[in-house]
């Protein structure tokens, strides 16, 4: 089992940069792909951004945040990050951490195996 816990969140200005964590426990997820995903109240759960196991690490990003946001993981403190920087009221939600035993990087949240309990990020304009 790996339990994860999303850090960091909390409430911006138009423009502003936030970082979030999220600490991974019960095993190490150097050969899991991360990825990040948000949910906006009364949308469905999207990509933000994926990085692949250990080996490769390949990150992917939602174009919608391509350019903004920047997806890093340290292995060594089994720690995945997302920099957010100039951030925008539409970038409001909840944002979730996932891991996925497969390595490879999918854009589908059903494909993902664990959760954190997610973190509110609010951008005000």
């Known amino acids: 089992q790996v339990q994860l816990v999303e850090s960091g969140g909390g409430l911006v200005q138009a423009g502003d940069s936030l970082r979030l964590s999220c600490a991974a426990s019960?095993?190490?997820?150097?050969?899991?792909?991360l990825g990040w995903f948000r949910q906006a109240p009364g949308k469905e759960r999207e990509f933000v951004a994926g990085?692949?196991?250990?080996?490769?690490?390949?990150?992917y990003y939602a174009d919608s945040v391509k350019g903004r946001f920047t997806i890093s993981r340290d292995n060594a403190k089994n720690t995945l990050f997302l920099q957010m920087n100039s951030l925008k009221p539409e970038d409001t939600a909840i944002y979730y951490c996932?891991?996925?035993?497969?390595?490879?990087?999918?854009?589908?949240?059903?494909?993902?195996?664990?959760w954190g309990q997610g973190a509110q990020v609010t951008v005000s304009s």
């Open positions: 996932a891991a996925d035993n497969g390595g490879v990087v999918r854009r589908s949240h059903a494909e993902y195996d664990y």
């Open positions: 990085i692949s196991w250990s080996w490769s690490s390949n990150t």
């Open positions: 019960g095993r190490t997820v150097s050969r899991y792909a």
